[in-house]
């Protein structure tokens, strides 16, 4: 079986593999080199898939003109010579064929604003027989000042595959995060029962800090909520971005520190326990939350430090929707059909719907999950947009998960790009797995049948959601394959077993039928 697997990640790898429309220049003047990012258009210029099988070029400096026309280039001064010219005045197509005619074999043009896609009109695709590629002017000042004495040059662009590590990493972080906060959920409502009935009954509807989803119209207006808030994100997202990131700071570090607690208790490490101020206090509860806040305090931060801050983002993140499992409970199926089937419309019409209505035709979800100011991340990989020059770092929301992709050979060219997830991917079924496995607890069903299958229901929804995600080149509403899949499946085995107006009730149904039952009583008391 692991062969199998193996084998069957392997061919989709090898054959997955995409010509991305970001290439390598390799620069050098015969004992050092360097290389910088370009901009090329896959379907208009071919490039090598390899250094080693790229061509040298000499390079010619002429970025003091725009090679709109022919005047004052000589007849061989380009010949068989790779020139850069700049950006402007004229469109690419014309700037490739007067540099093709004065016999250059490759123009590069160097930009001083973004870099976007190269294009023209489909009469001059055919007609430009050289590589054509945008770079940077400051990379071109760079490697001016690198390589003083002349430069020769080389073009390759090696296939990317879609297949990404990144991709089986989020994999492995969503399943990992939904089956631990499951759960944790179904532990602590085993040692709430286990408590005795005084603490059951001292909550109706939760125990303790927990809270409970029990009623539809709460379900209503907690969806409606939160599309209020999508909308309001959507237009005042500079003033809001630092009400949900300081937020954010306070909940991911009380979440960070119960999930410590939590650790600490199943490994047995002692509290340590002393008196300070007439209270008790534990010496491994105030280290812990000074792990936590000063986790949450070095993320807020350096934010935006994109080379290694997403691991603290994630670790974060995946606190908090480990707490958030465990903490907020949805009390029966019915519950949950009525609050994921309300987030699958939520979720397909702030992603595929919105697009019509919004000036830039991007959707709003998108638009508020990456910032108004993103673009690398947005595009579906037919166009790629770089900037020309240093940006400064834009604020984004800390709502997703992100994984930089390792096989984006040019990222530290061009850019880091990384794959993401929502969180509410991973806790809006997180919390139908929990309740199934607060029910296996109800039930005492063996082997926690229902919490197996919807955890691995959700990692097939996981695995569908990726692979429409490849083949569409778009990002999906994740939640549009796996509530299909945790709520198909964990109803199936529920109507298997016989127990579906059980596992429809949930933590009602035992209290709805001791009441039907002393109805019946006193009617036929009465009778």
Wanted: hydrophobic residues 50%; glycine residues 6%.
């Amino acid at each position: 079986m692991a062969r199998t697997l193996t084998f069957i990640l392997c061919f989709v790898y090898v054959f997955s593999l995409v010509i991305s429309q970001e290439a390598v220049l390799h620069v050098s003047d015969g004992s050092s080199s360097k290389e910088y990012c370009l901009v090329y258009n896959s379907s208009w210029t071919n490039l090598s898939t390899s250094l080693s099988n790229a061509v040298e070029y000499q390079l010619v400096n002429m970025t003091s003109t725009f090679l709109c026309s022919a005047s004052g280039v000589g007849p061989t001064a380009l010949m068989g010579k790779a020139v850069v010219v700049m950006k402007g005045d004229c469109d690419f197509s014309q700037k490739a064929l007067i540099a093709q005619d004065l016999g250059a074999t490759v123009i590069l043009i160097a930009s001083k604003t973004t870099m976007l896609t190269p294009s023209a009109n489909e009469t001059d695709y055919g007609k430009v027989k050289i590589p054509l590629a945008l770079m940077r002017y400051r990379d071109l000042l760079d490697a001016q000042q690198t390589f003083p004495d002349g430069m020769s040059v080389r073009l390759y662009a090696p296939p990317v595959p879609l297949l990404d590590v990144s991709i089986l990493i989020m994999l492995f972080i969503s399943v990992f995060t939904v089956a631990m906060g499951a759960y944790w959920s179904g532990v602590s409502e085993r040692d709430r029962l286990s408590a005795g009935p005084a603490v059951v009954d001292s909550g109706e509807k939760g125990s303790g800090s927990d809270l409970s989803l029990y009623s539809p119209l709460k379900v209503v207006i907690f969806v409606a909520l939160m599309s209020a808030m999508l909308v309001l994100m959507y237009f005042f997202y500079k003033w809001l971005v630092y009400v949900i990131i300081a937020v954010f700071c306070l909940a991911s570090a009380t979440a960070l520190h119960s999930c410590l607690e939590a650790v600490m208790e199943s490994i047995g490490l002692a509290a340590c326990n002393f008196s300070c101020l007439g209270r008790a206090w534990s010496v491994r509860s105030l280290l812990l939350a000074a792990v936590s806040v000063s986790v949450a305090v070095v993320w807020g931060v350096y934010r935006n430090e994109d080379r290694w801050i997403w691991i603290l983002q994630d670790l974060l993140g995946i606190a908090f929707c480990l707490n958030f499992m465990k903490t907020i409970t949805v009390s029966n199926f019915k519950v949950c059909v009525i609050l994921l089937s309300l987030l699958v419309l939520y979720d397909v019409f702030f992603v595929f719907i919105t697009p019509f209505f919004t000036p830039d035709g991007e959707s709003i979800m998108v638009q508020v999950a990456l910032g108004p100011e993103s673009s690398g991340e947005k595009n579906g990989g037919n166009m790629v947009e770089v900037p020309a020059e240093p940006t400064a770092p834009y604020e984004k929301l800390p709502v997703v998960m992100r994984v930089p992709r390792f096989s984006a050979w040019a990222q530290n060219l061009c850019g880091m790009q990384f794959s993401i997830l929502g969180y509410g991917d991973i806790i809006v079924p997180g919390l139908l797995v929990a309740y199934c496995h607060r029910f296996d607890v109800w039930t005492n069903s063996p082997r926690k049948i229902y919490f197996v299958t919807c955890t691995i229901a959700y990692f097939f929804g996981m695995v569908v959601t990726f692979v429409v995600m490849i083949w569409s080149k778009m990002g999906q509403p994740a939640l549009l394959y796996l509530v299909p899949f945790t709520l198909l499946s964990s109803a199936m085995v529920a109507w298997r077993r016989k127990e579906m107006r059980q596992f429809w009730n949930g933590s009602t149904y035992e209290m709805e039928h001791q009441d039907m039952a002393v109805e019946e009583e006193n009617a036929d008391f009465h009778k």
